[in-house]
């Protein structure tokens, strides 16, 4: 229905941003990749998918038509919904889950949290024939956030904790797994790099 939506980009967070236009402020889902090509206050253009089932209504948006395209496959795999394949896109850029299908390397597809052998199998399974080229081809890679004073640092804590939350872990298990990331990988990482962390630590 929506095949892209093209505005200014109000407010984002590294799980939905708000894109306005004509008067609308749209707020859609988005993935961290996303997240960290979008800028603020600047004109934004996300090609969308409306996601409708029953009483919900939700749309996800995408930096890049390869990475809508990547999400629409997820989905079409049985047991696969569009928040496991934010998920999956959210802890793995397009490249490397093309490239995990591909190999049928399980044991990557399965770090991606709530997915389990049985799944990352059947995905494997369905997928390996159905990606192509427009899909895999490379990605860009995000760049590390710079030293941050205090305040900045649990602005960035309360976003990645907000982000995982709304990705399906508990509060308690997100502060956790993002305590032990800050400990053992300092406190420079960028938001993108903490969240997929605490993922594939949790």
Same mark, same amino acid.
């Given at each position: 229905?929506?095949?892209?939506?093209?505005?200014?980009?109000?407010?984002?967070?590294?799980?939905?941003?708000?894109?306005?236009?004509?008067?609308?402020?749209?707020?859609?889902?988005?993935?961290?990749?996303?997240?960290?090509?979008?800028?603020?206050?600047?004109?934004?253009?996300?090609?969308?998918?409306?996601?409708?089932?029953?009483?919900?209504?939700? =749309?996800?948006?995408? #930096?890049?038509?390869?990475? @809508?395209?990547?999400? $629409? /496959?997820?989905?079409?795999?049985? &047991?696969?919904?569009?928040?496991?394949?934010?998920?999956?896109?959210?802890?793995?850029?397009?490249?490397?889950?093309?490239?995990?299908?591909?190999?049928?390397?399980?044991?990557?597809?399965?770090?991606?949290?709530?997915?389990?052998?049985?799944?990352?199998?059947?995905?494997?399974?369905?997928?390996?024939?159905?990606?192509?080229?427009?899909?895999?081809?490379?990605?860009?890679?995000?760049?590390?956030?710079?030293? =941050?004073?205090?305040? #900045?640092?649990?602005?960035? @804590?309360?976003?990645? $904790? /907000?982000?995982?939350?709304?990705? &399906?872990?508990?509060?308690?298990?997100?502060?956790?797994?993002?305590?032990?990331?800050?400990?053992?990988?300092?406190?420079?990482?960028?938001?993108?790099?903490?969240?997929?962390?605490?993922?594939?630590?949790?």
């Amino acid at each position: 229905m929506y095949n892209y939506i093209s505005g200014k980009l109000i407010s984002k967070t590294p799980a939905y941003a708000v894109i306005e236009t004509g008067g609308i402020g749209y707020e859609i889902r988005i993935t961290l990749s996303t997240y960290s090509a979008i800028k603020e206050n600047t004109d934004c253009k996300l090609f969308t998918h409306l996601y409708v089932k029953e009483d919900l209504q939700m =749309l996800y948006g995408f #930096q890049s038509e390869r990475e @809508k395209k990547a999400f $629409l /496959q997820l989905i079409s795999v049985s &047991g696969i919904g569009p928040s496991t394949a934010l998920m999956v896109l959210s802890s793995l850029s397009v490249s490397e889950f093309v490239e995990a299908v591909n190999s049928e390397n399980v044991g990557i597809i399965q770090s991606v949290k709530g997915i389990g052998a049985k799944t990352a199998k059947r995905l494997i399974l369905e997928l390996k024939d159905k990606l192509g080229q427009e899909i895999a081809g490379s990605s860009q890679s995000s760049p590390s956030a710079a030293n =941050l004073e205090a305040g #900045q640092l649990s602005q960035k @804590k309360e976003e990645v $904790l /907000q982000a995982l939350i709304i990705l &399906g872990l508990s509060k308690a298990v997100a502060e956790k797994g993002l305590q032990t990331i800050i400990k053992k990988y300092g406190n420079t990482l960028s938001i993108e790099e903490m969240i997929k962390l605490t993922l594939k630590h949790n």
